[in-house]
């Protein structure tokens, strides 16, 4: 079965999506199960993992209620206030859904640069392992650095890498952002999505070929069974159709064994999100996943 990794579900307004630039601006709208229902249909795609747009806690419970109508999104990657003091009891019901599956803080919009290093936010990441949640990194590729201490203080718990960690696609540039995602890989505990890509290089001008260096090094650096496709739907629509970003996934994996390629369209995030056989949240033991 195909499972896409990472989309997004919203009711547009410009105040709270303010990251929606006039390069984007084919994407101001609203974005829904039915809209998505469609493009799955068509590109054969069996299940979804919806990830946050907002940081606010009204967006996480809206996601985990489209998940539980929506028998498509297998699992759903919140916001919670990881620094704050009352994360643990913030959690606890929304841990209780099993469509929950990980949780995301916009570490790339911080302006402080050692956000990631603050006790209280390292708190609540060591929060999410007891109750079997992974934490998606959302970083450019400057703060790989950063993204690694990170992940070195917390070894047992579950990381995805948002985005293949933004390279300078446009412009072509592969170092070091290559050598950094290779120290990344070592650790294994993290994994890492081939999604975003084609707006992180020019929307209107991208080829598969400027596309080929950035997928060849994060297979390499993750291998395939740490590696897993993501549309980033509809984002990606500034750029591409949902099929056309299939596709592109489909032949930039064409050199893997077939037992890779399916660890990449939907083994890999069955096993880094906890999601069962079907494509489905399953139950979580608080374990190490």
Same mark, same amino acid.
């Given at each position: 079965?195909? !499972? ?7 009711? /547009? ?49 809206? @996601? ?26 913030? +959690?606890?019901? @929304? ?10 803080? !916009? ?36 703060? @790989?650095?950063?993204?690694?201490? @990170? ?32 120290? +990344? ?28 260096? /950035? ?26 159709? /949902? ?5 592109? !996934? ?40």
């Amino acid at each position: 079965m195909i !499972v896409d990794s990472h989309q997004h579900f919203w009711r /547009y307004d410009a105040r709270e999506l303010d990251w929606i630039d006039d390069d984007l601006a084919a994407i101001r709208r609203d974005f829904l199960p039915a809209d998505l229902a469609r493009e799955l249909a068509q590109a054969g795609v069996d299940a979804v993992v919806s990830v946050q747009a907002r940081q606010t806690l009204a967006e996480t419970r809206w @996601l985990l209620e489209l998940a539980g109508s929506n028998d498509f999104v297998a699992g759903v990657v919140g916001w919670v206030p990881l620094a704050s003091p009352k994360v643990a009891e913030t +959690l606890a019901p @929304l841990a209780g859904n099993p469509r929950l599956c990980g949780v995301r803080h !916009v570490l790339q919009g911080e302006a402080d640069p050692d956000f990631a290093a603050r006790r209280d936010f390292n708190e609540g990441i060591a929060a999410l392992r007891g109750l079997g949640l992974a934490y998606d990194i959302l970083i450019y590729e400057r703060q @790989l650095p950063v993204a690694t201490a @990170l992940v070195d203080r917390h070894p047992d718990q579950v990381f995805v890498v948002d985005h293949v960690a933004k390279p300078r696609i446009r412009d072509g540039v592969v170092s070091p952002w290559r050598e950094r995602m290779r120290e +990344l890989g070592r650790r294994p505990n993290v994994f890492c999505k081939l999604s975003g890509m084609v707006t992180e290089a020019d929307p209107r001008a991208w080829t598969r070929a400027s596309l080929e260096p /950035y997928a060849e090094a994060a297979l390499e650096a993750f291998s395939p069974s740490r590696v897993m496709f993501g549309s980033d739907w509809p984002v990606c629509l500034a750029a591409c159709g /949902y099929s056309q970003w299939l596709a592109t !996934v489909l032949e930039l994996c064409r050199g893997l064994s077939a037992a890779e390629r399916e660890s990449v369209l939907g083994g890999t995030a069955r096993r880094a999100y906890g999601l069962d056989a079907r494509g489905k949240a399953s139950g979580r033991t608080g374990g190490k996943r």
